[in-house]
């Protein structure tokens, strides 16, 4: 069979085998060659890659999509304000066509930094997130916001568990497989979320095969919370709710002891790691020790207001360079480990180890061509750590997701990204006057 597309000769990182200079090949929407030569004969297409860099489109393991047209709303404020004075009344005047448009911006941005898959955990406006999304020709993982319980809350999201339960199967019937989506039961905190919503989520997630997604152990308050009305801390009050598990995604898990460290590693309980977001709000998590601990960690974004830059690239580079400060170690967070997280890991992390992550044969085509030739990256020693130490944004020239370009020398393929832009900024400006916010 004649490859689709045939990429190099380049420097390829696979992350799961050793770096080579070679070829990548694409039939049917999947890698079917990676080796220091091509396939015999032709291909479909074939992209001349000299000088470039291959590898895989980045994952990114905790993205709030419909936070998008909210940047900038939530700076130099505490958590508790962040949340109930900014957040939930931007979500709560955010309308179905604006959910839609914010994904969609969302899912630019994070094509433009090398990243095809997103876990999104949760909107209120689930059917214009996946219309975004779908728009750009990305993966996501999406959800609803899921909450039940809580003081705090606007009038207009209080919600029964049966209702968010119901509300959520629906959704699931309606998204899960449809082109590159799959849909993710939540939960917001355990601040919004009853025993009977996590019980019957986890029982649900399982049953559809995806994993869930919780902010779990922000704040130390939340811990303090727990131990009030559970008697446990998140970590140790899940677990002892059976939750804990590889169908579980641990969002930040800022706030825990070495116990809980251990509780996640044993059960096989991912992490999404999200540097920025962590160190603007909620505190440093000891990541490094995750790690030793053996716990499977991903990285993560978070949402606009809670980090500004939604870059998987600038992602890897703090994550890095803030557990080395934490553990006054320069040798913790090495860039592979790093360039790991937020590839293969994080593609594990969302029960998507087989499907992408990793330039091997059979996975699907997500993949990234980074051409090294700016100030930042051309003169690197070692241009496989550089990917970690010294990449930015304009070093991915094009992205491939399960096949297709969705960015081609530099230029986003299925929608006109400047009108898309200007309709966002005046559809930003429109959200914030109908809550009253920053006016
Ligand atoms: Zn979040």
């Known amino acids: 069979m004649i490859p689709d597309l045939r990429i190099g000769p380049a ?24 080796g220091a030569a091509p ?6 297409e074939t992209v001349e890659a000299r000088d470039r860099i291959v590898i ?32 939930w009344p931007y979500e709560l005047a955010l309308e179905e066509s604006d959910a839609e448009l914010s994904a969609l911006v969302c899912a630019i941005e994070q094509i433009r ?20 999304i779908a728009a750009a020709g ?26 968010v339960l119901d509300a959520q199967d629906e959704l699931a019937d309606r998204w899960h497989g449809v082109g590159l989506l799959r849909f993710s039961y939540t939960l917001r905190t355990i601040f919004n979320c009853t025993d009977e919503l996590v019980t019957a989520t986890m029982e649900r997630a399982r049953a559809l095969g995806t994993v ?18 559970r008697g446990a801390t998140t970590v140790r009050h899940l677990d002892r709710l059976g939750a804990l598990g590889p169908d579980l995604l641990a969002v930040h898990a800022t706030w825990v002891d070495d116990e809980e460290i251990a509780l996640l590693a044993e059960r096989g309980c991912p992490v999404s790691h999200n540097a920025a977001s962590n160190l603007k709000i909620l505190g440093s998590p000891r990541v490094a020790d995750m790690l030793d601990a053996g716990v499977l960690v991903g990285l993560g974004t978070d949402g606009a207001p809670s980090n500004n830059r939604m870059s998987m690239i600038d992602e890897m580079w703090l994550a890095a360079i803030v557990q080395k400060g934490l553990r006054r170690d320069p040798t913790v967070l090495p860039a592979d480990a790093v360039f790991r997280m937020a590839t293969a890991d994080g593609a594990a992390a969302l029960g998507m180890a087989d499907v992408v992550g990793a330039i091997e044969v059979g996975r699907r085509a997500d993949l990234v061509v980074l051409d090294p030739f700016t100030p930042n990256f051309a003169t690197a020693a070692d241009p496989v750590a550089a990917l970690v130490t010294a990449l930015k944004s304009e070093n991915v020239e094009s992205v491939l997701c399960d096949g297709e370009w ?21 559809r930003a400006a429109a959200v914030r006057r109908r809550a009253g916010l920053l006016t």
Do not use: F, K
């Open 56 to 87: 895989p489109a980045l994952v990114n393991t905790h993205c709030h999509t419909s936070q998008q047209l909210g940047r900038g709303l939530g700076d130099d404020v505490g958590l508790l304000t962040w949340l109930h004075d900014r957040i």
């Open 39 to 44: 396939t015999a004969g032709r291909a479909v």
């Open 11 to 34: 420097l390829v990182v696979p992350v799961t085998a050793p770096p080579l200079r070679g070829y990548v090949e694409v039939t049917a929407g999947a890698i079917s060659h990676v």
């Open 212 to 229: 869930a997604q919780m902010h779990v152990a922000e704040v130390p308050e939340e811990n303090s919370h727990a131990v009030a009305t």
């Open 138 to 163: 990305i993966r996501a993982l999406l959800g609803r916001s899921a909450m039940d319980s809580g003081d705090g809350r606007p009038d207009g999201d209080r919600e029964t568990t049966a209702e």
């Open 406 to 426: 969705v960015l081609r020398d530099r230029c986003i393929t299925r929608v006109d990204e400047a009108a898309v832009l200007a309709e966002a900024a005046g």
């Open 113 to 132: 930094n090398g990243c095809t898959l997103l876990a999104d955990p949760g909107g209120r406006h689930v059917d214009g997130m996946a219309r975004g």
